[in-house]
């Protein structure tokens, strides 16, 4: 049985929606390294890995071509900083 693309995102919803599916989700993106900020660029696997973080995202709804978006929402985060080193 075929399914909408929107069918499918509330599946993906339903499923990452629980608690234990953002258990699932947050591990699934780790291994996935969409958390990593730099990967080896002659690493192929990782970027591919790490684009297929995109498309799961996509799946979920969270993530689409809509940039301005994307980028009030990122801008609404606390920003994180270092702690600073005095010596």
Known sequence: ???T???MKTFYRKLFGTPHGR???EDMLADL????I???K????AIALNNYSKVLLYK????DNDADKILNK?????PKYEEEKNG
């Open 1 to 3: 049985m075929k399914y």
């Open 74 to 78: 990122l801008l609404e985060l606390e």
């Open 23 to 25: 258990i699932v989700l």
């Open 42 to 45: 002659d690493n192929e696997e």
């Open 60 to 63: 979920i709804g969270v993530l």
């Open 5 to 7: 693309e929107n069918e």
């Open 33 to 36: 390294h969409y958390f990593d």
């Open 38 to 40: 730099y990967l080896d």
